[in-house]
Every structure is written in C-alpha cells, then in structure tokens.
C-alpha cells in the first residue's frame, strides 16, 4: 500500500486506495471492507499526500505527522477519535508541538487521528514510507 495513493472521499466514510483510473472514474478500494467504488469526477477527493497541517513556521505534510504517530504508539493504534477534545488535543500537541491551535481545530485533530488508526488498522508501516521517501529524494 503506497501512502500516495490513499484518498478521502467526501461523504464515504473511512479511506480509500486508489485501484485503477477510467476514462471518467478512480476505482478505488475501502481500506476498511475491501469494497471497490467508482469515484466520478462530480465528487470531492482528497488525496492525503497533499494535505498538510498549520503550525507556527511552516505547514507540515501529513505523512510527516502520521510517521511521528507511528513512533510515539510505536506502530499501534492511536487513542479513539472519540475521545474527549482536551485528551486528542494533548496527544495532538505531543506528536506536533508548534501546531497552530487558532487554525488547527479539534475536529482536523479528530479527523487526522480518526484517518492515522484506519491506516495503521489497514497494515500501513511509517517507518517503511519515510525511507522510501529518503530513497526518492537520494536519487532526485
């Protein structure tokens, strides 16, 4: 599973590997019941390789923040996206110091952690992706 080939459907629940492209369609696959759906270009995706997160400096690519989930629960499950507000922000906080709290609001917070358990759930190893991405960058 390549992590540059995970979307979020907007009104589909969960995440989404991109299979294949037709000519008016993404097939893609549920990441959580394996079930194949075409995506037309009428609906809102999001491809999670560019999304990033607001902090005081600079914006920070979401895989970076997923890769220091993964070393901080040590390749396990984050908490529950439905814990408390105070609790995904203290994790949040932990994980990302510097994030811009007036931008970055709870339910991102939420919804990034909801995302990072799906993909972990899924089999997706962050430590794997960051030397591939090292690789790519070595030979550019």
Known sequence: MEFSKIIAVTGKPGLFEVIS??????????????????????????LLENIAIYTYEEDVPLLDVFTAMFEKTEGKEALSHKESSKKLTAFFAEVLPGYDEDRVYASNIKKVIQWFNALVK????????????EETEAKA
């Open 21 to 46: 492209q037709t000519k008016n369609a993404v097939i893609a696959e549920s990441l959580i019941d394996n079930k194949r759906l075409a995506i037309n270009a009428t609906q809102n995706v999001s």
């Open 122 to 133: 899924a089999g997706m190893n962050f430590s794997k992706t960051e030397e591939n991405t």
